[in-house]
């Protein structure tokens, strides 16, 4: 079958930095994407790794070993607007696979 | 910058009846896609669409599900005899190239079944 892993929840504080981490197993492998989801809204884009390394956009970093089928978001500087859930997503031909979320949760 | 916009926002539909949600895909944009969220679930593919026709569709896209490009601006789903099951939020999806470009999604139209 097809799966991604992500955890189901992190906590972290206001100006920290935090790393999802999400696995994959699935029958094709174009790339890996990253989107943000607030509560109600659409998924927006974030990132996307089709080759092994980082991609670093602001403050937001991803990083992908197709070796290891891992990859992960990197999340610095911290802020509240940031409290939303985060969807790790392997592009197969032309569908869009995806993990069940990760909530992101951020204290003051 | 530009947007995939879907309308209504919110669709409420006895069971049984037809349903036709609409997207309107960024305007250079040459793939399309339908997804579908239930609620507190992950987001499930259901369609992609290029040239005018199917280009993979998933286990959930039986034959109560149809896609329509009408005119060179909208893309519908179109659900027929509807479930309860269905309720849902439906996300209409567009990208510029094929694997390698991002997929940007509209706001969503939230499905009620009744």
């Known amino acids: 079958g097809q799966s991604l892993e992500q955890p189901s929840e992190v906590t972290a504080v206001e100006g920290a930095i935090v790393q999802i981490n999400c696995t994959y197993q699935?029958?094709?492998?174009?790339?890996l994407s990253w989107y943000q989801q607030h509560d109600g809204g659409a998924p927006t884009f974030l990132s996307y790794n089709a080759l092994d390394g980082l991609e670093e956009t602001g403050r937001f970093s991803s990083f992908l070993s197709r070796s290891d089928s891992y990859g992960y978001l990197l999340l610095q500087e911290l802020q509240m607007k940031d409290s939303a859930s985060y969807f790790c997503a392997v592009r197969s031909n032309y569908q869009l696979i995806w993990g069940a979320g990760t909530k992101l949760i951020i204290k003051p | 910058e530009p947007e995939v916009t879907q309308t209504p926002s919110h669709q409420v539909t006895q069971m049984g009846q037809e349903v036709i949600l609409r997207c309107v895909p960024i305007s250079n944009h040459l793939y399309f896609y339908w997804y579908r969220q239930i609620l507190g679930q992950k987001v499930e593919f259901l369609v992609s669409f290029y040239n005018n026709e199917i280009s993979e569709k998933s286990e959930i896209f039986d034959d109560q599900f149809s896609v329509e490009r009408p005119d060179g601006s909208n893309f519908t789903l179109k659900i027929r005899s509807t479930k309860l099951e269905d309720s849902a939020m439906y996300f209409c999806?567009?990208?510029?190239?094929?694997?390698?470009?991002?997929?940007?999604f509209g706001d969503g139209t939230r499905l009620s079944i009744l």
């Open positions: 699935t029958s094709g492998f174009y790339g």
């Open positions: 999806a567009s990208s510029d190239g094929g694997a390698q470009q991002p997929q940007h």
